[in-house]
Every structure is written in C-alpha cells, then in structure tokens.
C-alpha cells in the first residue's frame, strides 16, 4: 500500500505514516513500513524537502513561501532551513525575486506579487526600491 501511495506524489515520512494509520493499518506497522521505504530510498524527508523547495522556486516562489510549505508538511527547521539555501542554487534571493517578476512592469503589480509569492520585505525593497 505505501509503495502505491508513493506513486501518486512523493509524501513525508510522518505524512506517509499518517496516511496508512488512517487507512487502518496499526501505528507498529505503519512505522516499520516507512523505515523499510526509507531503507529503499522510497520515501526521504531530506530529498523530499530539497525536491520541494526546488519546485516552488521554479514556480517563482520566495523564501517565507518555501518555508511556510515545508513547515506545513511538518518538516524540521533544520531542514527546512538547508532545503531552502539548496533551492538558491548560489544566487542571491533578489536575483530569484527579477526573474519572478519577468513581464511585470506596474511597480505597484511587482511589490504585490513579489510579497504574495513570498519574498521577504527586504528583498522587494532592494529589487524595486521604497514603496511610494
């Protein structure tokens, strides 16, 4: 059952865990059942954090974005923390936010979207200046 369940998306240790007790396995076995997947490189929370992050910043999201997702899916902060400076891929969040903002001209359009997709203040102020 978990190997299916972790075909239709990459889930959590503790989401995957969650899932077979819900659907009636006993919490031993749900367990046991991770840690077997786990040991076959099926389900990884480090990988699963990373790939996330990766995702969402290819999408045009920022930091807080990253980590309000990652935290909601009840990962670590630790890892959270390293899955989100992976994403970065070296670069600057600032040069994240340009890119976010390719095709927007309306300086007022740019704070908003750049604020809802999750780049902290700073960030926006740098790449657009003081709001009026």
């Known amino acids: 059952m978990a190997a299916r369940l972790l075909k239709r998306a990459p889930e959590t240790e503790a989401r995957l865990e969650a899932r077979l007790v819900a659907l009636g396995y006993r919490r031993e076995t749900a367990a046991a059942t991770v840690a ?3 040991e076959l490189g099926y389900v990884g929370d ?36 390293e899955a989100v400076e992976a994403s970065r891929a070296g670069e600057p969040e600032a040069a ?11 300086r007022r359009r740019a704070w908003r979207l750049l604020l809802a997709r999750g780049f902290p203040e700073q960030v926006v102020v740098e790449v657009l200046g003081e709001v009026e």
Not at 50 to 60: D, I, K, P
Not at 99 to 106: K, N, P, T
């Open 46 to 81: 480090t990988a699963f954090a990373q790939e996330r992050a990766r995702t969402l910043r290819a999408r045009g999201a920022g930091r807080l974005r990253i980590e309000a997702d990652l935290t909601a899916r009840g990962l670590r902060e630790a890892l959270i923390a």
């Open 96 to 106: 994240w936010a340009r890119r976010a903002l390719r095709g927007v001209c309306d």
């Open 36 to 38: 077997r997947c786990r």
